[in-house]
Nanobody
Framework: QVQLVESGGGLVQPGGALRLSCAAS????????MGWYRQAPGKQRELVAS???????NYADSVKGRFTISGDNAKKTVYLQMNSLKPEDTAVYSC?????????WGQGTQVTVSS
């Protein structure tokens, strides 16, 4: 019954920007951490950015300074603002929510950075 609905992916030119969102539903109580991961073809999935319920953030070195993660505890929604996008940012981006007793994944949204 838990569902994560992602949106905002698409095709963008290098240097462009996208804003991803992930809304969690069916969760009773608080969420410890929400984050964004990405996986490019032939590569391992990696953490892009995460945010805790108290606002602590963590970023991959490759996106620091370009991406910003934010969250809305009341809406149980997390956002990822991606600026100055590069071709190497191309990947499937997936939302993950961590609870005290379980974790859940969204379906993933494709981000393609290409001219």
């Amino acid at each position: 019954q838990v569902q994560l609905v992602e949106s905002g992916g698409g095709l963008v030119q290098p240097g462009g920007a996208l804003r991803l969102s992930c809304a969690a539903s069916g969760i009773i109580g608080s969420i410890n951490t929400m984050g964004w991961y990405r996986q490019a073809p032939g590569k391992q999935r990696e953490l892009v950015a995460s945010i805790t319920s108290i606002g602590s953030t963590n970023y991959a070195d490759s996106v620091k300074g370009r991406f910003t993660i934010s969250g809305d505890n009341a809406k149980k929604t997390v956002y990822l603002q991606m600026n100055s996008l590069k071709p190497e940012d191309t990947a499937v981006y997936s939302c993950k929510v961590d609870l005290n007793w379980a974790h859940y994944w969204g379906q993933g949204t494709q981000v393609t950075v290409s001219s």
